[in-house]
């Protein structure tokens, strides 16, 4: 796919240069559209086709800051939650919207289709939503998908299959406190079990601040299936009225992906609460002085 070739990741999921080099994506969306007016505890998804301008604007500052990735605002934007949002009929026009507002906003960057849990109970109705959110987000230009926030095994592998139909997949779990996912699947099997399914490259993301995925990450690179991501949370949020706010400050997340990378660790992003000022740090860190990785080969 054209849109990794300045990183040398291939659809055949094989990276093929910059073999020192931490790869950056963008941060956190829901968070970043908190702050511009979306209030809290609401989808973001609507703000795809009703405020496109101020979606765009988040990429564009992640882009600024340095991300060679974006994220679509797509996170659980499956058929369930879009339902439970009135959308129900408009889960075509919601993700190809949120394509539209990436490509506008971060011009010549990748964009990740991102894909999270269904909010479907029904495991049989899995492969099918999330067959449904691919095609859209597919046919409106996507380079590639990330399915993220993975908490069951089976889920997670559903939605790599699916995705893998049309492009290269990041597969990102959510780490409990012993760094398994919370259906109790080690981090180890996690890896087997998504790059089994497709997925090129492996990680976790979320949790409680860069510490918590820190063990996680060791053990999926000493794994050695796939390149991995990490892409942690600003801390934990602390509510305030109507307004979440998140403590770790922008050197102490780029302290972390000074961290990252010397365990191995090769894309780094974030989640919940970091910003295009957490990422400019983490870009500024990373440049001065290079670091190379421990890298393992994939496993045969």
Request: net charge negative; proline share 7%; glycine share 12%.
């Amino acid at each position: 796919m054209s849109g990794w070739s300045g990183f040398g990741l291939t659809d055949d999921a094989v990276f093929t240069s910059h073999r020192g080099e931490m790869i950056l994506g963008d941060g956190g969306m829901a968070t970043m559209l908190q702050a511009a007016g979306l209030p809290l505890g609401e989808w973001p998804h609507r703000w795809n086709l009703d405020h496109p301008d101020r979606v765009a604007a988040v990429h564009a500052a992640y882009a600024a800051a340095g991300a060679r990735w974006v994220q679509t605002n797509t996170f659980g934007a499956a058929r369930p939650a879009l339902a439970a949002q009135g959308l129900a009929e408009q889960v075509v026009a919601v993700n190809q919207a949120a394509v539209r507002c990436a490509r506008a906003g971060a011009p010549g960057v990748a964009v990740l289709g991102c894909l999270g849990p269904t909010g479907a109970a029904d495991p049989g109705a899995w492969e099918a939503l999330y067959a449904e959110q691919v095609r859209a987000l597919a046919e409106a230009g996507v380079d590639g998908f990330i399915v993220e926030t993975i908490l069951s095994l089976a889920e997670g592998a559903a939605a790599v299959r699916a995705a893998k139909t049309a492009g290269v997949v990041f597969a990102s779990y959510t780490p409990g406190p012993d760094g398994a996912l919370l259906d109790g699947t080690s981090p180890e099997e996690a890896a087997r079990s998504f790059t089994a399914a497709g997925a090129a490259v492996v990680g976790v993301n979320c949790g409680s601040g860069p510490e918590s995925l820190l063990e996680p990450a060791r053990r999926l690179v000493r794994e050695g299936r796939a390149p991995v991501l990490v892409a942690p949370n600003a801390g934990l949020p602390v509510i305030t009225g109507s307004a979440a706010r998140y403590d770790l400050s922008p050197d102490a997340f780029a302290r972390a992906a000074i961290q990252f990378q010397k365990v191995g660790v090769r894309l780094f992003g974030g989640c919940c609460g970091t910003t295009p000022d957490h990422l400019r740090a983490a870009a500024g860190a990373l440049a001065s002085p290079p670091l190379t990785p421990r890298i393992r080969p994939p496993a045969s």
